[in-house]
Every structure is written in structure tokens, then in C-alpha cells.
């Protein structure tokens, strides 16, 4: 039975909402982060940049009323959980409380889909046209554009937000169809990121389009994951692509399924930088038998193992691709020894030690 808390006070209603949110994880894990998760509220989300650094964002479902039953998820609509939503009115009102106070220093809005899915996106519109046009809030928001809304949407909110996005959930139909059966792969989620894409091709957004998988539900390899990747950054321009590992959530079907290992995470990400900022190819990647990339080394000393042919390289002469290349040598490292040999050679390693070189790896 559905109970639709309207009712309740706003603020216990963020954090009702906050909470459902956290199983929409996106963002580095842990791992990458410097700072620490240690937050007195569920909405109040860390978000871990390219750098490790953390910036706190305010992210909330407008509502988790869904008409969708996606197979992994909190908020599928059989499943017995608190129903809360909010008018645009209150939820623009609370973000910038908290906003003002300092607490967050965006808004990332999702929702669930719920009468259907234009009428939600419709919702998010208006509370992101109130923040912009009646308070004047000019700091940064991120907005989910939802499975079926009209694309129409991606026009009328693309003008006023920082970043658009859309979970594609899975790399393929056919493992869409393990997640979420509503769905359709296709029509759905890729052609309306493709959409996204050549709106941000024509009105460049300023943190860029992102998208989401997730990872270790539905027997994909990380193989057919990096793969979609590749020709998301290649083809589509994409900024990010967040790996959300499974986690598995009571009173839904994939309850018995074991969670997705947090190293499988970390490794997607670490072979996912390969990509975007060393140009690797997918195809050069080691993977196991199963298509997975090695738990037991990062992807980018995997494959110097693998190639011993291209080691080692004499750093006086290495160019910079030759350079990143080397485990322990990073894109910072490697202009800085190309800055130092423009006035000196290397001779030994104690002078590799003070560019800070990890001596031993590289
Ligand atoms: S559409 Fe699917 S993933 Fe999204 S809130 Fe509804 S049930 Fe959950």
C-alpha cells in the first residue's frame, strides 16, 4: 500500500527523501576522496570531483512516487516505503536555506516518475525556473532528465542549468531488461542522451552532460562498460560517466543478489581516467577471462605488465605520451620532467626522487 506523506513538515520530508536518495550514489568512490563522509544529513550529498576534492551538493528526489519498477531500486513503485514529494515552491525554498546558511553549494535534483514521466519533469522545470527567475539563484545546478520526458525539455531546461543527465543504467538492452523491464534501451536513454549531447554541442553547459551505470546487477563486463564509455567520450562529447555499484535493497527482486565489490568500482574509474586523460583505448585494456578488469592491479600497471616490450623508456628523451604511460608517472609528473630536462639530463634516480617520482613503480 502506497501512503503518500504530504503532509508532513518539508524539512522531515528532505529527509525522507534524502535518504531513498543515497541508493542513487554517483560520483568517485571513496576512495578517491580526500575529505570525509561524515555529513549530518542524507541530502546534503558530497559530490567527489576529478580531483578527489568534495563539493557538498543538495540532492533530492522532487518525489519518489514512481510508476516504474525497475528490479534494484528503493523507490520501485511495489515496493512498502514512504511516498513524499514536493511542490517546486518547497523545494526551492528549502534548497536555498540551506544554500544561504552555506551548507550546500548546489542543487543536484532527480526524481522519480510519477503521474508520468513529462508531468515529474514538468515539476523539476518549474522548481529550477523558481530558483533562476523569481530568487535569482545563480549557482550551480545539475538536472536529470527523466526515461520518456519529452525531449522538448531538454530545450526548456538546458538554458538554465550547469549540467544535464540521464542514467542509461545498463550498456545494453538486454541487460536493461535485468534492471529495469519498463525501460527501453533505444528510444529511451540512448537517443535522448544523444539528444542532450547535441543540444550541449549547440549551447555548450558548463559542467557538461554526464551519465550513469549500474554496475555488478546485471552480468555485465566491465569490458561492455568501458566500451560504451569509449564511445560516449569519443562520439557524444560526454564529461563523466559514474559507476554506481549495485548495492542490493530489501523487498525488491534482486534482494539476494551480493553487492557489487567496491575494487570492481574503483577499477572502472581508475581505467575510465585511462580514457579521458591518457588516451588509452578500451581494446588495450587487460581484462580477465570474464571480461573484467584485474581487482588485484590498477588497469594502467596491468597493462605495462603486459607490455614489457615498451619498457623501459630513457626519460631524457620520452615524450610525454610515452611518459604517462609509466605506472607511478602521472600527467603533472611528466610535464615536470619534461620542463626539467629542457636544462638538465637525468642521471640517476635520486633526481627522478626529487620530482617526486614514485621511484620504485616507474
Ligand atoms: S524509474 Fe526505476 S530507478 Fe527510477 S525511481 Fe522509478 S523505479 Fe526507481
Not at 177 to 191: G, I, M, N, T
Not at 284 to 306: G, T
Request: glycine share 6%; with cysteine; hydrophobic share 35%.
Amino acid at each position: 500500500m502506497v501512503q503518500i506523506a504530504k503532509k508532513a513538515d518539508p524539512d522531515e520530508r528532505l529527509e525522507t527523501l534524502g535518504k531513498l536518495a543515497q541508493f542513487d550514489v554517483t560520483g568517485m568512490p571513496l576512495l578517491f576522496a580526500s575529505g570525509k563522509r561524515s555529513l549530518r544529513f542524507h541530502f546534503i550529498y558530497p559530490a567527489v570531483g576529478e580531483k578527489g576534492n568534495c563539493v557538498n551538493l543538495f540532492k533530492v528526489l522532487q518525489s519518489n512516487l514512481c510508476e516504474h519498477n525497475c528490479f534494484y531500486c528503493v523507490n520501485r513503485k511495489a515496493r512498502d516505503c514512504p511516498r513524499v514529494e514536493f511542490t517546486p515552491e518547497e523545494l526551492s525554498q528549502l534548497f536555498l536555506r540551506y544554500w544561504r546558511k552555506g551548507w550546500v553549494k548546489g542543487l543536484f535534483l532527480s526524481s522519480a516518475i510519477h503521474p508520468t514521466p513529462d508531468q515529474a519533469q514538468e515539476k523539476m522545470f518549474r522548481t529550477i525556473l523558481l530558483l533562476r527567475r523569481r530568487y535569482g539563484y545563480r549557482g550551480y545546478i545539475h538536472c536529470k532528465i527523466l526515461p520518456g520526458s519529452d525531449e522538448a525539455f531538454i530545450e526548456k531546461i538546458g538554458p538554465l542549468v550547469d549540467r544535464l543527465s540521464i542514467n542509461l543504467e545498463a550498456p545494453a538492452q538486454k541487460y536493461l531488461a535485468r534492471l529495469s523491464p519498463d525501460k527501453q534501451f533505444q528510444p529511451q536513454l540512448w537517443e535522448r542522451l544523444k539528444k542532450i549531447a547535441i543540444y550541449n554541442s549547440i549551447h555548450p553547459l558548463r559542467a557538461g552532460v554526464t551519465t550513469q551505470l549500474v554496475v555488478g546487477a546485471s552480468g555485465e563486463s566491465d569490458r561492455e562498460i568501458l566500451s560504451l564509455s569509449q564511445n560516449l567520450y569519443q562520439g557524444y562529447n560526454t564529461r563523466r560517466i559514474y559507476y554506481s555499484g549495485f548495492i542490493p535493497v530489501g523487498d525488491t527482486p534482486l534482494q539476494q543478489l551480493p553487492p557489487c565489490p567496491s575494487l570492481r568500482e574503483a577499477r572502472l574509474y581508475q581505467a575510465d581516467f585511462l580514457l579521458r586523460r591518457y588516451g588509452f583505448k578500451t581494446e588495450e585494456l587487460v581484462f580477465e577471462e570474464k571480461n573484467n578488469l584485474l581487482l588485484d592491479k590498477d588497469p594502467k600497471l596491468a597493462w605495462a605488465l603486459n607490455h614489457p616490450d615498451r619498457f623501459p623508456i630513457e626519460l631524457n628523451t620520452a615524450s610525454f605520451e610515452q611518459l604517462i604511460r609509466v605506472p607511478g608517472i602521472g600527467r603533472i609528473l611528466a610535464k615536470r620532467i619534461i620542463e626539467t630536462r629542457r636544462h638538465t639530463r637525468f642521471r640517476d634516480l635520486e633526481q627522478r626522487k626529487k620530482l617526486r617520482a614514485l621511484a620504485s613503480r616507474a
